[in-house]
């Protein structure tokens, strides 16, 4: 905690001006350094940077104001303060602990955020179970009244009321299938990539195959050899000739 430093708010500056004559002169010393250093300016984009004070001559103060004689150089002051505003907490009042320093931001956890997906997907599943249930059992039992309204035999009914429950539960079950599959495809789209896929995935660098030497149609290497390379120059243009020819011709 020796490197720690805290705020020095303004309450806290109006707490502590009337101490250096007051303190020993270790503490009297180190005090006066702290009060003395200027007010920084207010930056451009309207957020000051925060005045410091070391943690531990806060603590070295609040044990002296605690102790027999500093608690009589506080009475015996005009006019007279009392030891308890000058205690750990009450000087740590209203400060920020390290200001200077850039904390990482917190790690977000979504764990609440997954559970609570999941909860809810359970729930539509439940729910799209209990309407087919629904659809076939009402499905089933309507075809049956409306059978017995026409004053078909009791087997026909029963029949008849099978067959529709069973198309409607085919149905149901299709609907629930693709339904199933759909979310599926989209909680493994949220995933994250493997480590096998980050293996097999190109780099950047690769994306991009080194073009050259190559060129359309059969590939020709130049000889190093001046005269050859003429040669191989007019062969080339020989084969242009005979293209372009041929281009015309057709």
Known sequence: ???????????????????????????????????????????????????????????????????????????????????????????LAGTLTSPERSFPAPALNNSHEVARSKELGDRRAITALLNALLSIIGSGIATWWAADRLQWRAEWRVLLALFVATVVAISEAALYCIWSFYRSSENGGRRKPTRAALQTSPSPSSSSPDTSGVRDGPQWTAPSDTITGRKWSAQQEVRQRRTKSRTAVE
């Open 1 to 91: 905690m020796s490197d720690v430093n805290v705020s020095l708010e303004p309450h806290l500056l109006e707490t502590l001006r009337p101490l250096p004559p007051l303190l020993p002169e270790p503490l009297a010393s180190q005090l006066n350094s702290v009060l003395a250093i200027p007010a920084p300016l207010q930056t451009q984009g309207g957020s000051d940077s925060k005045r410091l004070i070391p943690y531990s001559l806060l603590l070295s103060i609040s044990r002296w104001s605690h102790s027999p004689s500093g608690q009589e150089a506080l009475e015996t002051c005009e006019p007279p303060l009392s030891p308890t505003q000058y205690s750990v907490v009450a000087l």
